[in-house]
């Protein structure tokens, strides 16, 4: 069974500018959470979603933002970047909201 | 707030020495998981513990679940180079929903 897929791996955008990182879930899955990695911070929940509703949201600004597909596709997208967006943004996917999650490789994103 | 506080936050051993990494809160869990994550990938689930006083073991892993729920270690025997990585441990929010994570503990093994 193929594991979470994340894309693009690598992003290099500027201040001010807008991004969209795609999630694709294992198959059957249909919860499917991003979070935010940094040296600093570590690893922190922006939301989760399931059945394309948005179940949860961790404590980031309205920037942030994200949908999820009738076939559970996840996007997030955050808007005006701003320096301190640089991190790397990992989904993670479960069969129900709460059980097991499976991490994708993440997203490497740069902000200049 | 839940938190989760990791110790040590680095640690750097030799090849067949032994280590125990902990993960505490004042906060009480239903659930805490460990998680292993090498560079340029995401964290992979090592083991879920969910009783209190709770322990598991994985080959030369062991994982135990404070009495109170509040703590875990992570025990490793004979570390190997392969061991190398940032060891993470989660817990459920008091919602049950999002996971919180430690800052993690860097272990590197030389051989």
């Known amino acids: 069974k193929a594991g979470v897929t994340q894309t693009p791996r690598y992003l290099i955008k500027t201040r001010g500018q807008q991004v969209t990182l795609s999630c694709s879930p294992i198959?059957?899955?249909?919860?499917v959470s991003w979070y935010q990695q940094t040296p600093g911070q570590g690893l922190q929940f922006l939301f989760e979603y399931f059945s394309e509703t948005q179940r949860n949201k961790g404590n980031f600004p309205g920037r942030f933002s994200g949908r999820q597909f009738s076939n559970s596709r996840s996007e997030m997208n955050v808007s005006t970047l701003e320096l301190g967006d640089s991190a790397l943004y990992l989904c993670?996917?479960?069969?129900?909201?709460?059980?097991?999650?499976?991490f994708g490789p993440g997203t490497r994103l740069t902000v200049t | 707030t839940q938190l989760l506080e990791q110790s040590p936050q680095f640690l750097s051993i030799q090849e067949g020495e032994n280590l125990t990494v902990y993960c505490n809160s004042s906060?009480?869990?239903?659930?805490l998981q460990w998680y292993r994550q090498e560079p340029g990938e995401g964290p992979v689930l090592l083991v879920t513990v969910v009783t209190g006083g709770e322990v598991k073991k994985l080959k030369r892993l062991t994982f135990q679940f404070g009495d109170a729920r509040k703590d875990s270690s992570l025990h490793i025997t004979a570390a190997q180079p392969g061991d190398t990585g940032l060891y993470l441990c989660?817990?459920?929010?008091?919602?049950?929903?999002?996971?919180?994570f430690g800052k993690g503990t860097t272990l590197s093994v030389s051989s």
């Open positions: 989660a817990g459920r929010d008091q919602a049950g929903t999002a996971l919180i």
């Open positions: 993670a996917s479960s069969l129900f909201t709460s059980y097991e999650q499976y």
């Open positions: 906060s009480v869990f239903s659930s």
């Open positions: 198959s059957g899955h249909r919860s």
